[in-house]
């Protein structure tokens, strides 16, 4: 059976550019939360956070031994831009974008999916947090 998870990211700034922070929650696929974290990154715009949240994301799936994963965030930007909808014109998030291309590779799927910021009000909490507290 593929171990197929499911992942809530959220990245944020006070100050676009400013102090930032990461969350994200990885569920299993019956819903249990199987790991979930928020940090501080330093100084980062919106987009930037949001970029590196789903790396560390992708990467603590590929340690739990995912073989796919289901990734839902709140930035319709990231999202439009991660599924080749939109073009990425910053040169720090084509980066972000090319570590993403490479962490892709090494899962069976990975997909990018826009939910309302009220059907990812853990990840954001785990933001705050981090933002407030500067773990």
């Given amino acids: 059976m593929e171990n197929r998870l499911l992942v809530y990211s959220d990245g944020g700034s006070r100050g676009n550019p400013g102090p930032a922070a990461i969350g994200f929650v990885i569920k299993n696929k019956t819903g249990q939360t199987v790991f979930e974290t928020g940090k501080s990154i330093g100084a980062a715009t919106n987009n930037m956070a949001e970029y590196e949240a789903i790396i560390a994301a992708l990467e603590k799936s590929l340690n739990l031994g995912a ?40 899962f069976k799927s990975v997909t990018f999916s826009h939910i309302p910021r009220e059907k990812n009000q853990r990840a954001d909490f785990l933001v705050n947090r981090a933002l407030d507290t500067r773990l």
């Fill in 67 to 106: 073989a796919s994963v289901d990734c839902f965030l709140d930035s319709e930007l990231a999202v439009r831009q991660l599924n080749g909808v939109y073009k990425i014109k910053d040169a720090r998030i084509k980066i972000y974008s090319a570590r993403i291309l490479v962490l892709r590779q090494k």
